[in-house]
């Protein structure tokens, strides 16, 4: 496995790759959630290009850009054990030459705007503005992502789409706890206590996937008080359409509860299809 910080470097190996080429991008703090993806990676392509970046563009100001956990000699051991390629680990200056704040950013209107684009305004603006510098700079054949964030997901789809850029966007299913706990790296800020009521996020899906009816508006605001009993605070508990994110109040099988709430000071998100899903069973 080889480690570069430049773009130069990178450039100069992925020349010498003449097929398939799947790219990760990561911030970091592995976990088993981002090995799955990368495993997949490895089904899609010749090559898998994983890059490592906390990207401060993508944080408000009252977020945990400074705490966010940077574990880089464990990650790049994980990723030299499931068998990646080539890692990136830009500088601040390669990513952003003329800085964060002058630097040149994209943005996805609507969509950015919506659910967690709602509490985190340039959340999304951030994610695209990285992703698509990332894209220019790996030139993948393959991308991959986690469906954990499924809202990114499918911004993510819709840049590629809207830019035409040739890249296929392959979602990951989502990686879970034993408890149910949806694998992240924000995990580990929870308490002890905080980790066991965590685990109330993904049984208020379920049961709501489990017991969905025409009335779900009501269902999913009730599921909201019960979740505040328990000490979490909703930021949203929608159904949307899978494709268009649209909100619907009628639960199908291409319908997704999406959920974002605090446990203490740490926002998770979560969410589950309401189709047949295997991952979910
Ligand atoms: O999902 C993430 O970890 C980040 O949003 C990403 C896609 C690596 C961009 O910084």
């Not at 000071?265 to 309401?274: A, G, H, V």
């Amino acid at each position: 496995m080889q480690v570069v910080d430049s773009i130069v470097s990178l450039r100069s190996t992925r020349q010498s790759y003449t097929s398939s080429v799947a790219f990760v991008p990561t911030m970091g703090a592995l976990h088993e959630g981002h090995l799955s993806l990368i495993r997949l990676a490895k089904k899609h392509a010749r090559h898998v290009i994983v890059s490592i970046f906390v990207n401060p563009t993508q944080f408000g100001p009252t977020e945990d850009f400074d705490t966010y956990p940077r574990t880089r000699e464990q990650d790049l051991a994980l990723l030299a054990e499931v068998g990646v390629d080539l890692v990136l680990l830009p500088t601040l200056r390669e990513i952003y030459p003329h800085g964060p704040e002058a630097a040149t950013k994209v943005y996805v209107p609507v969509l950015g705007r919506r659910y967690c684009g709602q509490s985190r305004p340039l959340f999304f603006e951030g994610v695209c503005s990285v992703v698509l510098r990332l894209f220019h700079i790996v030139n993948p054949t393959h991308a991959l992502f986690g469906e954990k964030d499924f809202q990114q997901l499918t911004l993510i789809r819709q840049l590629v789409e809207d830019l035409y850029l040739p890249i296929q966007i392959v979602g990951g299913p989502i990686l879970r706890e034993p408890d149910g706990l949806a694998m992240s790296s924000r995990n580990r800020y929870l308490t002890p206590q905080e980790r066991v009521l965590a685990t109330a996020i993904y049984a208020t899906l379920s049961q709501l996937k489990s017991t969905a009816t025409p009335q779900i508006k009501q269902q999913v605001q009730d599921s909201i008080a019960v979740l505040e009993q328990v000490g979490i605070v909703t930021d949203y508990l929608t159904l949307v359409h899978e494709k268009t994110l649209e909100e619907t109040e009628i639960p199908a099988n291409d319908t997704r509860l999406l959920f974002a709430g605090y446990v203490g000071k740490t926002r998770l998100i979560d969410n589950i299809s309401l189709g047949e899903d295997p991952t979910f069973a």
